[in-house]
């Protein structure tokens, strides 16, 4: 009997999320660079992450169902580098701030 985690992480990918996931990527880009190139503001460290796990993961998405282990393996990436963020957090919250 396969488990809940092995379901959800290798399950077939859902197109609609993929497209979902990688319009957010790309919105949470344009806002970084309008506000970093434009403004003059500094880099948000945090939105980089954010972004780069939404792009991961809206990549993961958008893959054939026949590429099951591929995208399973950039849903877990995704989640390293999201949880990555709250383990920066605990732990030098200055680096995301900065």
């Known amino acids: 009997m396969p488990s809940i985690i092995?379901?959800?992480v290798f399950g077939e990918p859902s197109k609609r999320l993929g497209l979902v996931f990688l319009c957010g990527a790309l919105l949470i880009a344009g806002q970084q660079a309008?506000?970093?190139i434009l403004k003059g503001a500094t880099l948000y460290y945090a939105t980089l992450f954010i972004g780069a796990g939404m792009a991961l993961s809206g990549i993961a998405e958008s893959l054939p169902k026949s590429r099951r282990r591929?995208?399973?393996?950039?849903?877990?990436t995704a989640i390293a580098v999201l949880?990555?963020?709250l383990v920066i957090g605990f732990v030098r919250p200055e680096l995301l701030l900065v």
């Open 6 to 8: 092995d379901e959800t």
């Open 34 to 36: 309008y506000y970093v």
């Open 70 to 76: 591929a995208s399973g393996a950039l849903r877990l």
């Open 83 to 85: 949880a990555s963020i």
